[in-house]
T-cell receptor, first 115, second 115 residues
Framework: GESVGLHLPTLSVQEGDNSIINCAYSNSASDYFIWYKQESGKGPQFIIDIRSNMDKRQGQRVTVLLNKTVKHLSLQIAATQPGDSAVYFC??????????????FGTGTKLQVIP | GAVVSQHPSRVICKSGTSVKIECRSLDFQATTMFWYRQFPKQSLMLMATSNEGSKATYEQGVEKDKFLINHASLTLSTLTVTSAHPEDSSFYIC???????????FGPGTRLTVL
């Protein structure tokens, strides 16, 4: 079946450096992607999203890049802080216009920020 | 953002007993509720989708008679794990779909441990 996956299970970054978390997806029909942050023992928290008609979207300290040609998604975190330590999931929704979002999660990347 | 609560946050039970998990959307109406399960160091896996007042739709491999879902109101949904076994030990997370939001919200999760 279709799946969403990640290249790196764990990423260690020095505080203040930029972090890049990657994600590969296989469903070329997906038109909406989301990044979530999950801290230990908590539910996922929305970070940023992007639709398939965009290549890049920026938020506060975060940027999501979408390369539809190679079905690749990345999350960039600028000036990484200790509070950014968490597991990050990319997720896909086959149809943003579908209303309610049946989200399929990737495998997750654990980001460890070294003080 | 919207506020979602789950109760209990943690529960330990003996094998063979049933456990009920409540999910409440505190400041919005949720006509659709998604229930996820997350095993340690793994991603979230969708278990079922329920619409208020209707029977839930279960994902492949999820036993509907074991995981009873009730979505009787727009602000409350319950997941009952019947005759729980140690392999049911997991982190259960609800996700209500809200009107008029597009963003998907997640509850804080319930840690179930079956002895």
């Amino acid at each position: 079946g279709e799946s969403v996956g990640l290249h790196l299970p764990t990423l260690s970054v020095q505080e203040g450096d930029n972090s890049i978390i990657n994600c590969a997806y296989s469903n070329s029909a997906s038109d909406y992607f989301i990044w979530y942050k999950q801290e230990s023992g908590k539910g996922p928290q929305f970070i940023i999203d992007i639709r398939s008609n965009m290549d890049k979207r920026q938020g506060q300290r975060v940027t999501v890049l979408l390369n539809k040609t190679v079905k690749h998604l990345s999350l960039q975190i600028a000036a990484t802080q200790p509070g950014d330590s968490a597991v990050y999931f990319c997720a896909e929704n086959p149809s943003f216009s579908g209303g309610y979002q049946k989200v399929t999660f990737g495998t997750g990347t654990k980001l460890q920020v070294i003080p | 953002g919207a506020v979602v609560s789950q109760h209990p946050s943690r529960v330990i039970c003996k094998s063979g007993t049933s456990v009920k998990i409540e999910c409440r959307s505190l400041d919005f109406q949720a006509t659709t509720m998604f229930w996820y399960r997350q095993f340690p160091k793994q991603s979230l896996m969708l278990m079922a989708t329920s619409n208020e007042g209707s029977k839930a739709t279960y994902e492949q491999g999820v036993e509907k008679d074991k995981f009873l879902i009730n979505h009787a109101s727009l602000t409350l949904s319950t997941l009952t794990v019947t005759s729980a076994h140690p392999e049911d030990s997991s982190f259960y997370i609800c996700s209500p779909a809200a009107i008029p939001y597009n963003e998907q919200f997640f509850g804080p999760g319930t840690r179930l441990t079956v002895l």
